[in-house]
């Protein structure tokens, strides 16, 4: 994948986990808390400044009820 593909992607889907928490109704403090990561690695996650492991994408949709499918816009 080209990096500017990948930046694209990446922001995506920071901007489905900014919305998921919105839903939620959550701050990016409860958030955190909640999928087991710290406030700054969410908020830059969610700018799209970082990109997530597999692993981390599995912990997160496991502690906030979502899936993969859901969190990347495959569904």
């Known amino acids: 994948m080209r990096r500017k593909d990948q930046t694209a992607l990446t922001k995506a889907i ?31 996650l969610e700018r799209g400044a970082r990109e997530m492991s597999i692993e981390t994408l ?6 906030t009820g979502t899936t993969p499918n859901k969190l990347l816009g495959w569904a």
């Open 14 to 44: 920071g901007k489905r986990l900014a919305e998921l928490r919105d839903k939620k109704k959550m701050s990016q403090e409860e958030f955190s808390k909640l999928a087991g990561i710290s406030r700054g690695y969410l908020s830059d």
């Open 58 to 63: 599995e912990h997160m949709c496991r502690k």
